[in-house]
C-alpha cells in the first residue's frame, strides 16, 4: 500500500531563514510526487511536482524539491521564507493519472516568526 | 474562471439532516474525486469519478453518496447527517498523464 510521511507536524523558522520540510513515500511503482500548500481557510495551490527527468524541480513562490529514488524522499526547500509562506504543507504521492487519486501526507504547519 | 468550484463554501446543519455539496470544473478533466480533511488536517480520498466508472473508498459509510449528471459535475450527497461528518470536503479533478490535481475552495460542514 502507498503511503506518505511527513515526520515534522509543525516547524517555526524565522523570516528570512532556510526552510526544509521532510517527506517520505513508499510507493509500488514510479512514484508521481507533489507538494500542495494550505493557507488557512483556502483550498490547495500545488507547489511542484516530479514525474521523471530531472530530480531537482523548481516550483512556485521560490519554492524547490529534490527526488532521491535511494532514500525515498521528496523534500522541500526554500533558500529564504517570508512571513507569507506560513501555512499548512502537504506532500502527496500518485499514479500518473486515473482513478486511484493521490495519497496525502498528515502535513507540516509552518510559523514564520518575525 | 475558477478551475474547480464548489458550493456552498461554509453548510451547518442540524444532525439527521440530509445535503448536498456541488462541483463542477471546468478544465475538461476525466476524473473527479471528493477528499475529506479532518480536524487534524488530514485528507482522505473518498470517492473517484472517471469516465463514468465510481470507485469508493471502502471505510467511507454508504450514507455518503457521489452523483455525476456529466463529466463536468461530480456532487455529494450525505443523508442523515452525523456530528463526525463534520469535516472540510474538498472536490478535486485530474486530467490527462502527468498533470496534478486541482483543487477546489473547499466546503466546511459542521453538524449540530
Known amino acids: 500500500a502507498q503511503s506518505v510521511t511527513q515526520p515534522d507536524i509543525h516547524i517555526t523558522v524565522s523570516e528570512g531563514a532556510s526552510l526544509e520540510l521532510r517527506c517520505n513515500y513508499s510507493?509500488?511503482?514510479?512514484?508521481?510526487l507533489f507538494w500542495y500548500v494550505q493557507s488557512p481557510g483556502q483550498g490547495l495551490q500545488l507547489l511542484l511536482k516530479?514525474?521523471?527527468?530531472?530530480?531537482l524541480v523548481q516550483g512556485i513562490k521560490g519554492f524547490e524539491a529534490e527526488f532521491k529514488r535511494s532514500q525515498s524522499s521528496f523534500n522541500l526547500r526554500k533558500p529564504s521564507v517570508h512571513w507569507s509562506d506560513a501555512a499548512e504543507y502537504f506532500c502527496?504521492?500518485?499514479?500518473?493519472?486515473?482513478?486511484?487519486?493521490?495519497?496525502f501526507g498528515k502535513g507540516t504547519h509552518l510559523i514564520i516568526q518575525p | 474562471d475558477t478551475a474547480v468550484s464548489q458550493t456552498p463554501k461554509y453548510l451547518v446543519t442540524q444532525m439527521g439532516n440530509d445535503k448536498s455539496i456541488k462541483c463542477e470544473q471546468n478544465?475538461?478533466?476525466?476524473?473527479m474525486y471528493w477528499y475529506k480533511q479532518d480536524s487534524k488536517k488530514f485528507l482522505k480520498i473518498m470517492f473517484s469519478?472517471?469516465?463514468?466508472?465510481?470507485?469508493i473508498n471502502e471505510t467511507v459509510p454508504n450514507r455518503f453518496s457521489p452523483k455525476s449528471p456529466d463529466k463536468a459535475h461530480l456532487n455529494l450527497h450525505i443523508n442523515s447527517l452525523e456530528l463526525g461528518d463534520s469535516a472540510v470536503y474538498f472536490c478535486?479533478?485530474?486530467?490527462?498523464?502527468?498533470?496534478?490535481?486541482?483543487f477546489g475552495q473547499g466546503t466546511r460542514l459542521t453538524v449540530v
Open positions: 516530479y514525474f521523471s527527468g530531472d530530480t
Open positions: 502527496a504521492v500518485g499514479p500518473p493519472w486515473g482513478a486511484d487519486g493521490l495519497t
Open positions: 478535486a479533478s485530474r486530467g490527462s498523464a502527468n498533470t496534478e490535481a486541482f
Open positions: 478544465l475538461g478533466h476525466d476524473t
Open positions: 510507493y509500488g511503482a514510479t512514484p508521481y
Open positions: 469519478y472517471n469516465n463514468k466508472e465510481l470507485i
